[in-house]
Nanobody, 115 residues
Framework: QVHLVESGGGLVQAGGFLILSCAASGSVLRPYTMGWYRQPPGKQRELVAAITSLNKANYTDPIEGRFTIGRDAAKHTVYLQMSSLMPEDTAVYYC?????????WGQGTQVTISS
């Protein structure tokens, strides 16, 4: 069992910057992938970015070039640096841990971008 705790959401103006953090605890075993999904209001959850335990990062098109995912292996923590934020980035952001198809999820953190 892996427990995920997210932090760093909030309200910022368009063009602003936020950093989300997700700390994993419990049975964190390699190999794994951690990352972020988001769910905009009234829409389905969508993948944002992910990083493997070998530090291979992947991004989806809407955020590529604006967001950066990184991790601190010793702390089992992943970070999502979000810049040039736009109102369409408004969503609940969920951290995930995936080990061989078995997922754990964080509770979600609200990110709101005002225009």
């Amino acid at each position: 069992q892996v427990h995920l705790v997210e932090s760093g959401g909030g309200l910022v103006q368009a063009g602003g910057f936020l950093i989300l953090s997700c700390a994993a605890s419990g049975s964190v075993l390699r190999p794994y992938t951690m990352g972020w999904y988001r769910q905009p209001p009234g829409k389905q959850r969508e993948l944002v970015a992910a990083i493997t335990s070998l530090n291979k990062a992947n991004y989806t098109d809407p955020i590529e070039g604006r967001f950066t995912i990184g991790r601190d292996a010793a702390k089992h923590t992943v970070y999502l640096q979000m810049s040039s934020l736009m109102p369409e980035d408004t969503a609940v952001y969920y951290c995930f841990y995936d080990r061989l198809g078995s997922y754990s999820w964080g509770q979600g953190t609200q990110v709101t971008i005002s225009s």
